[in-house]
């Protein structure tokens, strides 16, 4: 498949002798896409050769044009290119297009993902949710940003070791264990799973306001854990099955799937090792009864690693598990995906890594979003200000179901139309926007199906899907005319797909792909809108648009598998 930006790239680096001192990849990230096709398909910036060569934006644009020789090879993949405002704009030949619709009618499953990540393992830490504690819609943006970019390295060739880091070891431990014996009841806990412990656990924090006692008997309490106390580690590992058996329910229907679920609690042997060598390197001082990494010669407040009562912390478990997984799978990259309040906290232990001496500290990647409010309010456990990942799905579920019911009431297997239009709903929204803006979160919009929306996608899919089905003939890739820019429009942003995902993988961004399969339910709109497919008068013509209907249906189908989103054919 051509790669336009190369061969812009390379024809440009074979002409224009001004540009001898740059690469062919060099030239070729200098290349853009124009917002505006008028603009070409690809534009050179000049602005960014005006160091280099001294001159003025539009004067390098009319050299450069000046230096082409426009030839046969040329011509093979741009019918033209001119200079307008200081750029440098490359048009593309038609008939190239047709060899992107071959392609991707060639391998539908695989068009977009490539082998770039061959040989190469990323480990990604997301999801992570706190034992016990409710899975509300802030883990739902670490899951499903997450997983996407798990999904998308995997289309990248690399191999990919999705870790579950569970919340599973802290102090919390010791308050719940107390409240547990003092006011809980197995059959309540039983019942009502993670909803009975939290509380238990908000119980505790209230009476311990008036009683600080409580505090003391929870440290005592986490300390019996840590050395292992049949009856404390029991209770420990039932409030840890049961959140597991809850938080699966919902990693289900978003299609959350973990290669390792080794929690916090793992590391708590392995963080000795961790101390004793920071002792060694001269890294801890002691400070007021803890041990600290000082880091003000990086412009950051000191990394805690030892709690003057002796425990370990959050850091040190983190520190520990960087290093097992390094050891476990020598990752090229380890990505860690949480909310952007944690950055400071992955700052610190990256840093701590890297003055252990360890040269992959560099490899470390904290991938931030921004946080979530409900109608402008934060989340709060303690105020009630949370929405539940199950009770969320359970009525985007239902609201899809009332909305079938009223307008498609016959539909087959309705129920999981219902719910694959439901959680893409919520999961879409989620992923709409850059990861690190903020997200208000306000039920009508999430559950709005108008607009650009994942239901606007999935239908767009349906229909594509629909068509192909009823088109009675096979494509034949040997006869493809395309005869009106329409067709041509929605070639070019199809054949935009496996840059999309190159970048959505570089910038760790899975909002790029989302608002690219918006780009692509347009172009394919405004085609079907003007162009008739199964009606079409001429034999080649009729061949060739279903051709495009079935490569739409293709990168729809890709793309939404990307971002944890299902693809049913009848909605
Ligand atoms: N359990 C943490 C939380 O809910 C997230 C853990 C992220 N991963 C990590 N290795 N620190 O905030």
Same mark, same amino acid.
């Given at each position: 498949m051509y790669n336009y930006k190369t061969e812009a790239a390379q024809f440009l680096s074979k002409n224009a002798d001004s540009l001898n001192?740059?690469?062919?990849?060099?030239?070729?990230d200098m290349i853009e896409i124009p917002p505006d096709k008028k603009m070409g398909d690809l534009a050179l910036p000049c602005f960014k050769l005006s160091r280099i060569l001294k001159k003025a934006p539009p004067a390098i644009a009319d050299d450069l044009k000046n230096s082409l020789i426009l030839d046969s090879e040329f011509s093979k993949i741009f019918k033209n290119v001119e200079s307008i405002s200081g750029y440098l704009n490359f048009f593309i030949n038609e008939s190239t297009y047709c060899e992107t619709l071959k392609d991707i009618l060639s391998s539908p499953d695989t068009y977009g993902s490539s082998n770039t990540g061959n040989g190469k393992t990323i480990v990604i830490d997301y999801s992570s949710p706190n034992i016990a504690k409710p899975f509300h819609i802030g883990h739902l943006r670490s899951t499903v940003i997450g997983q996407s970019i798990k999904n998308i390295f995997k289309f990248s060739g690399y191999s990919c070791i999705g870790v579950n880091h569970l919340g599973d070891w802290g102090t919390q431990f010791g308050k719940l264990i107390v409240a547990y014996k003092k006011w809980g009841s197995k059959e309540d806990i039983e019942n009502r799973g993670i909803k009975a412990l939290t509380d238990i656990y908000v119980k505790f924090h209230k009476e311990a306001e008036s009683d600080p006692d409580l505090e003391n008997e929870a440290r005592q309490a986490f300390a019996k854990l840590e050395r292992h106390d049949e009856e404390y580690f029991n209770l420990w590992q039932w409030f840890v099955d049961i959140s597991i058996k809850e938080f699966k329910k919902t990693y289900q229907l978003i299609g959350a799937d973990f290669e390792s679920w080794l929690g916090e609690s793992f590391y708590f042997d392995k963080t000795e090792r961790v101390?004793?060598?920071?002792?060694?390197?001269?890294?801890?001082?002691?400070?007021?009864?803890?041990?600290?990494?000082?880091?003000?010669?990086? #412009?950051?407040?000191?990394?805690?690693?030892?709690?003057?009562?002796?425990?370990?912390?959050?850091?040190?478990?983190?520190?520990a598990a960087a290093i097992y997984r390094k050891e476990t799978y020598n990752f090229d990259k380890c990505i860690y995906v949480t909310s952007a309040g944690q950055s400071l906290h992955f700052a610190q232990f990256f840093k701590v890594i890297d003055l252990m001496g360890y040269e992959w500290a560099k490899d470390l990647v904290h991938v931030p979003f921004g946080t979530v409010s409900i109608a402008g309010a934060k989340l709060s456990t303690r105020d009630g200000n949370i929405v539940l990942l199950e009770d969320l799905f359970k009525d985007a579920i239902s609201k899809t179901l009332e909305i079938i019911n009223e307008k498609n009431p016959d539909l087959e297997d309705k129920e999981n139309v219902a719910k694959a239009v439901g959680?893409?709903?919520?999961?879409?929204?989620?992923?709409?926007?850059?990861?690190?803006?903020?997200?208000?979160?306000?039920?009508?919009?999430?559950?709005?199906?108008? #607009?650009?929306? #994942?239901?606007?996608v999935q239908y767009t899919y349906a229909r594509c899907a629909g068509? /192909?089905?009823?088109?009675?003939?096979?494509?034949?890739?040997?006869?493809?005319?395309?005869?009106?820019?329409?067709?041509?429009?929605?070639?070019? /942003?199809?054949?935009?797909?496996?840059?999309?995902?190159?970048?959505?993988?570089?910038?760790?961004?899975?909002?790029?792909? /989302?608002?690219?399969?918006?780009?692509?339910?347009?172009?394919?709109?405004?085609?079907?809108?003007d162009c008739p497919v199964l009606k079409a008068d001429d034999a080649n013509i009729r061949n060739t648009r279903i051709a495009l209907v079935s490569a739409t249906a293709s990168v729809l189908k890709n793309g939404l598998s990307l971002i944890c989103l299902k693809t049913p054919k009848n909605i």
């Open positions: 001192a740059l690469s062919v990849d060099q030239i070729s101390i004793n060598e920071l002792k060694s390197k001269n890294l801890l001082t002691l400070d007021d009864g803890a041990y600290i990494v000082k880091l003000d010669d990086y #412009g950051m407040n000191p990394c805690l690693i030892l709690k003057s009562d002796g425990s370990t912390i959050y850091a040190t478990r983190d520190i959680v893409g709903a919520v999961i879409f929204h989620d992923l709409s926007n850059n990861r690190i803006k903020d997200i208000n979160f306000v039920w009508d919009d999430v559950l709005s199906f108008e #607009g650009n929306t #994942g239901p606007y068509i /192909t089905d009823k088109a009675d003939s096979k494509i034949d890739l040997k006869n493809l005319v395309l005869t009106n820019e329409l067709e041509c429009d929605l070639l070019r /942003t199809l054949h935009e797909f496996p840059a999309k995902v190159g970048q959505a993988r570089d910038e760790l961004e899975p909002s790029i792909i /989302t608002r690219y399969l918006l780009d692509v339910c347009q172009s394919f709109n405004r085609f079907y809108h």
